[in-house]
């Protein structure tokens, strides 16, 4: 039986020596693929029992989920690159003889892959500094959506259309980018209406604030406000301030504020005009206004005869 057990000992034993690939610089053996193996399994296994603790934990309930997915996500690299570095000397790579060597290689990637290591180091500085999280409302010029992920290289981001945008992380940092989220709970957005010249404006100004009070995604602890902003061409411009905690569908909520708008016009007879033009001939002008009106003009003789042939 002993020499039974030893027998197998040196099978394991010379299976688990056995050389796969042997060079200068790499020494691949069946022990050194089982280690990292068990590495990788063991870095999965360490972050998944990491997450569950710390979501269970005070201090990750204590978090929002923006920074959870942070944190996690700066452990998460954390770990593998560890892993990843332990595993290449396993196999018998030395990493830091591989990076005095490989210096002319790097500043050459560097060279031909500067955008991705751009959008990496931006990846870096979202996750650090947080600027975007996980469930922040962004607006990228006209284009508002919701950020799913956010990873070291790209940000996934679901528009209002329900489809999923790709945005490299360098775009988020370079550009200007709204975050509806971080500003407040409740964030105001306005509407705008025009009414004809002669309207009662106190009562244009109830009708407007009763629509938005009325309306169930406005945030009633915040009161609406109604602004005769300006004196247009051919009306008069009011616009309608309103507080909303649903971000995400703003526009769903503008647009059905202009339906009941247009309907209580309508009930009021309160219209909404359109550009209009009046040309006067000299005779009816100087008739409408009088002689003393500056811009009337002078009326000869000779054009009230041709005008009056006219009509």
């Given amino acids: 039986m002993a020499e039974i057990l030893t027998s197998i ?42 997450r569950r603790v710390f979501m ?12 959870r997915y942070t944190i996690l996500q700066i452990s998460k690299y954390l770990i593998y690159t560890v892993v990843i570095v332990v595993a290449l000397e396993t196999v018998g790579v030395k990493v830091t003889a591989l990076l005095a060597a490989s210096t002319a290689l790097f500043v050459g990637l560097g060279l031909g892959l500067q955008d991705a290591f751009k959008d ?16 922040d409302i962004i607006q990228m010029q006209d284009q508002i959506g919701k950020v799913e992920a956010v990873g070291l290289r790209t940000t996934t981001v679901r528009t209002r259309d329900d489809i999923l945008l790709i945005v490299p992380n360098s775009k988020l940092t370079n550009e200007t980018v709204i975050n509806l989220t971080h500003s407040e709970e409740t ?39 109604v602004v005769l902003k300006d004196f247009g061409d051919s009306a008069l411009i009011f616009e309608l301030n309103f507080y909303t905690r649903n971000l995400f569908f703003v526009e769903k909520i503008k647009s059905e504020l202009r339906f009941e708008i247009d309907r209580q016009f309508r009930e009021n007879h309160i219209i909404i ?8 001939k000299g005779p009816e002008r100087i008739t409408q206004f009088g002689d003393g009106i500056v811009g009337a003009g002078e009326v000869h003789p000779q054009n009230d005869e041709r005008d009056n042939g006219a009509v």
């Fill in 9 to 50: 000992s040196e099978w394991l034993s010379n299976l688990l020596s056995y050389k796969l690939w042997t060079n200068d610089f790499l020494r691949v053996s069946v022990k050194g693929v089982l280690q990292v193996i068990f590495l990788f399994a063991a870095a999965r296994f360490g972050f998944w029992t990491l």
């Fill in 56 to 67: 269970r934990s005070k201090i990750g309930t204590s978090y929002d989920e923006g920074r």
């Fill in 120 to 135: 990496l180091s931006s990846g870096v500085i979202i996750l650090i500094e947080r600027t975007l999280s996980v469930g």
């Fill in 187 to 225: 964030t105001r957005f306005a509407v705008g209406v025009s009414v004809a010249f002669g309207s009662d404006t106190q009562k244009v100004a109830q009708i407007l604030n009763d629509i938005a009070l009325n309306h169930p995604e406005s945030d009633p602890t915040h009161e609406p406000l």
């Fill in 273 to 280: 005009p359109f550009p209009q033009r009046t040309v006067w």
